[in-house]
């Protein structure tokens, strides 16, 4: 049973290619961190609850013995009460702590003109518009250079949009009348997939994209061809 369950899942699985957890960005290995720590403390406290529930579950069952007992009247417990504020706090600080380090610093755009690679990407309904330093357009195609800088600067000529291509870094908005920025240095060649990750009218789900990481040198040769 649990196998023919495994199977299934992973069937269901196999179309999906935007895999959050498998990152190649320094960007999207800090997000991934931070999504197994916010699951892993979640589990402890699921843990924590479940055993605490089946426990007094079983102890504090009716039995023949204990059916009329009238339970005796608890005025508070200060050690208990102590206990149940502190812990979710010490949790939060946990979880609050790295998260507002690596929101910062992936919001922190490092921008070194000489190395930094620029592509004005562009959504609207319903494809994406990727455009180099150069003026080379592309649509369906992001081409990239691995372990460089890269800033995306994001642009929308409609409705909002989402950019997001998952093994490189979480989703970004893409909102009409303002350039959003995301950074991030792949460093890992290969081939992802991307897609808008806001429902933005009927064809959404047509405005996937391919990213692909290059070696510097195939990069420039891609960049400088002339062939679309
Ligand atoms: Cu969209």
Redesign the pocket.
Known sequence: MKKLLMLTFLFLLSGCNLRTLDPVSETASDQAFLIKLGFWIMMVVVGVVTILFVAFTLKYRETDKNRYDIPKHEEGNRTLEIIWTVLPIILLVCLAIPTVIITYQASNISANPEETVHVNVT????KWTFEYENGKKTHEKLVLPVNRDVIFHLKSKD????FWVPRLAGKKD?IPGTVNKLEVVPNKTGTYQGK??????IL?AD?RFTTEVVSQQDFEEWLSSKKK
């Open positions: 959504g609207e309904q319903f409705v909002i949009h989402s893409v808008c990750a806001e429902f933005c009218g959404h405005m």
